[in-house]
């Protein structure tokens, strides 16, 4: 969830200002997707999964899925649509699902423990999927690279331990539905 | 969606005031739950859906189904259960679903006609669910009557007619998930 | 579930003679697997399901999805790929899901009204995977056309009543899935 | 999968000969079910997992999930009802899904290493379906004893290690599936 704030302040527009979008979130549940992008071969079976690297606040780095929030009047499908190009670029060719029924739903509390997900900025609701990427991928945004593991690589202790807020356990929700 | 009126009403409190959510309602999307109330006999074979009674504001009446906002810090789980025990009674004994994984999602926009499900006060994305009760319902709340249809009736043309906001279509999707 | 004489008489080779799976039909549950094709937008929107006309064994015409039996030491996603390409021809490039879980599971029974399925042949499980396509499909095998229809046409009495042993129920079940 | 011996002699009856399973074992896919039995909170929220205690062949102890065969002409839940009272005895009160839609399908293969999950008996294909279970288990046909874990001594190695077959693998998807 580390993508909200630069992905707000670009494209929040008309909707929202920063201060009020700010106050909402010390209100209301915040309707977010999170994707995992997986490369699968010609039988579908998954080959490896894409985590965006970031810098994070304290000079450290993390890895994250892509996610980010649904705007006023924009449908689930699009919210993905557009988060999974602005942080993959324009030519991921990312297979947003034909179905809206996620794999799973991350409840992101502002308070650690509620959940094993958390978010200090807000109350989020999030619904998970899994988008195939056919295209090239290209870090874009406040990203500093992509980068592809296999499911042994990513479910390891090292790549776990960079991502925050509970997306690890996310990731390891997405590799048990598929299989993994 | 007819519920919500009522429910902000009774539930908000120190959350949001009716002013400051109709606020946010022209602004974001809300976090909703959607409950298809089932009876199940002992191999968990679909026997009936209870549908909600109201009064609809034209001196016409409606059926629903359990629909109502997620709060706050609030637990998806723990509206679910808010929104069932104050529509059909404290003695229901509703089972709460134990995954996350709604069966589907109603995204109500307050445009007709975007998707399926349409609610005028609001873009409402809804996570929804079957949830199988076990003990005695009461209408509580503003519905008038909870009535059980077996799932020939629930599809029926009659009793389609008496929903409203594209619940027919989401009683429909529910019915559909359980293999009718 | 019409294909499936001819595709075992192809394919079964090594592994039971056409005696021996008769046999085994009357004594065991057969696994099978269901594939809807369907055409999405770039956003994921269904945009047309597609369904095989073929010759019914008394002169008249029948539409059904891609259906078929797993073999022995097969994977249920290469199950999949070779009934889609057997069907739809080597061109079809359908995407096979990521993940295992199918959108329901039909149970055909011999016997008719246990389910809504029935196969005459035999006791089938089904899983049920909605199987976008991306290619060219070129109806192969005993299908006569393959045609696509938008979720309205899928969905009228006219193509439902071409459907046979329950499959125009899988077909409503699986448009539901997709939130038609 | 280690309760499939003793099953099968028990309940084949007048559907199949141990000779003639036996042949069939060696051509065609076995359909399988498996059910993790949970106890869960008033929210829904899990508690604890089930898992059965048994002497294995070869002088230890394993633990297992409940599992066994579908029988010709019987349906998935009469199934999962069926080994749910001969495992956990006939008090336990199984709450059988009211939706047929698995969370996952464990393929079970003769050879070790072509999925997570192995029987050298066969190729079973098993539905897997989270059951809460609300009465009194009381282990019976040739499990020792029921043992209820948290959420977090279930995913321990220690109890993992016990697990054979894969089933280790397919309780941690079955806890994911539920928010762990």
Known sequence: MTSGVDTDTQTTGGWLTRDELDAARERLPIVYVDAVPVQLDASGTLQCVGLLLRASGKGGISRSLVSGRVLYHERIRAALLRHLEKDLGPLALPRIPASPQPFTVAEYFPTP???????????????????????????????????????DEARSEAVLAEMTGGQGTLLLQALAHLGF
């Open 113 to 151: 423990g509620v959940t094993p997900f958390h978010d200090p900025r807000q109350h989020a609701v999030s619904l998970a999927y899994v988008v195939p990427v056919e295209g090239d991928c290209q870090p874009a945004d406040d990203a500093l690279e992509l980068s592809w593991f296999t499911p």
